[in-house]
């Protein structure tokens, strides 16, 4: 007799696993996203923050022609990766932070261009950028988010970790940035490395204040994309290194650029591990932004990049089709007819079918570890 109920449980146990692994049914999503980064993801911060007081380009077509069909402050042809992932949860395109959209609740992305994990004072104070740069590191994306909790919900502490507890957090990628500014300023390869150290717990102790202090409980931590192939840095940094073949891989990248990449990831990666074991109810995610960059890059035919792969779809001129004088967006300087046919976008960031290859190794596997649709705990 009171083996019934056993067995009744037992059975709809047993029946919602079936379905909910059956092919079609829905499954659980994000109640929303919250995101910080840098260019690569931003989706309107850094021209509302810079057009005031810089020049800025990304504002102008060609950009969006893909996807938007406009400019929208992404650094592509057309969407971000972030993207491709809110599509995924059934979430709309994260409005940009400083654009005070009415509607938050289902998530906001907090990333802007040029965007440092360490504080830009540093920079400054070291002379390691020879003018003034926006206010818009990890902290400060930090603060921004935090300024805005109150208006995503209103809890006291311990219950605004129930309403975060169903939220996708992204913070990065950071450290493009931070390691640009110091080959820009001619530090070699060892003093950049050093500094990979700081800028990884930097990135760690961000991701450990949102789950401690903010009651994230899903975080995804990318790394850094292979930068010693992009066309910008590729001719930035030519003249400097007087070009020994052993300065440049097999397929043209810059090898000691791509080996600080490395070892940031891997430090990073490492880093994730430990906040994983400090904070088990946590879910936390590494996604890998080298590899999937790398797979195409050296099988371009596989992705149907027919292009160069090391030139830059919107550019002008130069062996990289890229000119720091004349940059996509700038009167005169035109597009590619076909942006998937490239790998490279603008000199510095992909192109929307780059960004869609990256966000897809991310939601369902192989380049994130775990793959963020394996990750959720409901
Ligand atoms: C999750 O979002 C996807 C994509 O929009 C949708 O197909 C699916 O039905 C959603 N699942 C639930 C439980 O709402
Ligand atoms: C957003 O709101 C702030 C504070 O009220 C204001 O200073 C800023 O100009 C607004 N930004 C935009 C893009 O409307
Ligand atoms: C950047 O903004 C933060 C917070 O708004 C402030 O504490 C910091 O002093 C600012 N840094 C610089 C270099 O202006
Ligand atoms: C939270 O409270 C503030 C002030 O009372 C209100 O303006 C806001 O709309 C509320 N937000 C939510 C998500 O309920
Ligand atoms: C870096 O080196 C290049 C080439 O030697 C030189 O032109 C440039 O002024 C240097 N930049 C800085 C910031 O020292
Ligand atoms: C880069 O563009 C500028 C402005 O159009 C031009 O004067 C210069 O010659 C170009 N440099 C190269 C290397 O093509």
Not at 36 to 50: E, P, Q, R, W
Not at 265 to 274: D, M, S
Not at 318 to 342: D, E, I, Q, R, T
């Amino acid at each position: 007799m009171a083996l019934t109920p056993v067995i009744f449980l037992l059975a709809l146990c047993l029946s919602s696993v079936v379905s909910s692994s059956s092919a079609g049914s829905p499954r659980l999503n994000f109640t929303s996203m919250f995101t910080l980064g840098d260019s690569y993801i931003d989706t309107g911060n850094f021209v509302i923050m810079a057009a005031p007081v810089i020049p800025v380009w990304i504002d102008k077509p060609p950009y969006g022609m893909t996807f938007f069909g406009r400019p929208t402050g992404r650094t592509s042809d057309g969407r971000a990766i972030i993207d491709f992932m809110a599509k995924a949860f059934g979430l709309p395109f994260l409005p940009a932070s400083l654009a005070n959209s009415s509607d938050v609740s289902r998530g906001v992305n907090f990333a802007v261009g040029g965007a440092t994990a360490i504080d830009v004072g540093f920079f400054e104070r070291n002379k390691l950028v020879p003018f003034k740069l926006l206010n818009n590191s990890l902290d400060v994306q930090l603060g921004w988010f935090e300024d805005l909790r109150p208006s995503i919900c209103n809890t006291t502490e311990r219950s605004c970790g129930e309403c975060f507890s169903k939220s996708l957090f992204v913070v990065g990628e950071f450290g493009v940035n931070d390691y640009t500014f110091h080959l820009m300023a001619n530090k070699t390869k060892s003093q950049v490395m050093a500094f990979v150290p700081k800028v990884v717990r930097t990135i760690a102790s961000a991701v450990e204040r949102l789950i401690v202090r903010d009651g994230a409980a899903h975080v995804v931590v990318p790394g850094n994309p292979p930068i010693g192939c992009s066309p910008a840095l590729l001719t930035l940094l030519r003249p400097r290194s007087p070009s020994a073949a052993a300065d440049y891989d097999r397929i043209g990248c810059l090898r000691g650029v791509n080996d600080v990449a490395r070892h940031h990831n891997a430090l990073l990666h490492a880093a994730v591990g430990g906040l994983r074991a400090k904070h088990p109810k946590a879910t936390i995610i590494f996604a890998d932004f080298y590899t999937p960059v790398r797979q195409i890059l050296e099988n371009p035919s596989q992705f149907g990049v027919v292009s160069d792969v090391l030139k830059a779809c919107c550019g002008t001129g130069g062996a990289y089709n890229w000119n720091a004088s004349a940059v996509c967006g700038m009167p005169g300087v035109a597009a590619c007819a076909n942006p998937s046919a490239y790998v490279n976008w603008d000199g510095v960031h992909f192109t929307e079918a780059v960004n869609r290859y990256v966000a897809e190794g991310w939601l369902y596997g192989p380049y994130a570890d775990p793959p963020i649709l394996k990750a959720m705990r409901p």
